[in-house]
Every structure is written in structure tokens, then in C-alpha cells.
């Protein structure tokens, strides 16, 4: 096998495990009654952000932020806060709600992870080493 014959193998199987990873969480948000990319927002929204910042994380257009914004906020699980440095600028702030929600979510989704049980704890160390050194390689700082 040559190595363009194993890349294209390796992306396959990548395409894939993605798709499969998809699937299972699109299946376990449904539990909570959220969309992926509420889900999403609420995975980045650790400690207060940025709308403008969390749209950055999101690779997603501010007004789209806006929306999604709105639908956590009548959930009761964000409030829009002034940005201390400026007040032109809105910050996503977890309620109580919101926090506990986000603990139920990543504990669902992230433990016991059926397409990572196979992996030994080393080899499952590889394989995070192995993505991390691909992502970045892939980051736009390395392709300057």
C-alpha cells in the first residue's frame, strides 16, 4: 500500500468515525431537547464570553450568535451581560440552570464513550497525541 493509498484510507475512516460521533450525539442531545449547535454554545460557554467571541468559536456570523442567544436565554439557561471594558459589548453568562445543564450534557456525551471503549489507556493516549500533532499542523499559524 502506498502512503497516498493509506492517507486516503485514514481520511476515509476519519470521515467515518465523525459521522458515526455525530450521530450518537445528535441522539443524546435529543434527550435534553437541544440542538447541536445550543449544545455547542453551551460546551464553549465554560466562563462568560463575548458574543462576538463565542461566534469566533461557533465559525459563525454574530447575528447567528444573536438567535441562539435568544433561544438559551427563554430556556433560562444564559443572561446577556455588559462587558465590564465596554459596554457596547455582550457577554453569554451561565445561570444555575445553564451550569447544571452543561455538567448533564458532557457527562452523557464524554463518559463511557462506546467508539473509544476498544482503545487501551495507550493507545487511547496515542490517538489524542496523534489528532492533536494533526490539528496542529492544520492550524492556520502552521501554514504560513
Known sequence: MTRADLEAQVVDLLHDLSRRMRERVHARLVEFDLTPPMAIALHH???PM???????RLSCDASYVTGLADRLEER???ERRPDVGDRRIRQLVLTAKGRELRRRIHERLYANTPLLDSLDDDELAAFA???KKMLAAASPSASR
Open 45 to 47: 460557554l465554560a466562563e
Open 50 to 56: 463575548a458574543m462576538g467571541t463565542l461566534a469566533d
Open 76 to 78: 433560562g439557561l444564559v
Open 129 to 131: 497525541s496523534a489528532l
